[in-house]
């Protein structure tokens, strides 16, 4: 009996679809004069460039943009560094320079 179920275990999770690779693009686009998108995880970075655009307010250690994302500064301090989006699967890095 148990050989029966690890055997039914192991064919459905053979079967079952693994998760796709994140994909990763590397960007070199501006969404301002200071603003610039380095890359890009699991969408375009013309999507990046344009979630940031729509942010009004400063960049703070810790934010929000209007299309979700939460972003965090993870170097440099609060005159220059660069600065990481997420929203589930999707993210992307820009670097700010004040």
Known sequence: MRTTVAL???VVLLLL???APAKVRSCHTRADFNLLISSARNMRCKTARRDLRRHVG???FRFRTPGGFRCKRVSGNALAGQW???KQRKAYRF???D
């Open 8 to 10: 039914v275990t192991a």
């Open 17 to 19: 679809p693994a998760e």
């Open 58 to 60: 400063s960049i703070s």
């Open 84 to 86: 990481r989006c997420v």
């Open 95 to 97: 670097e700010f320079s």
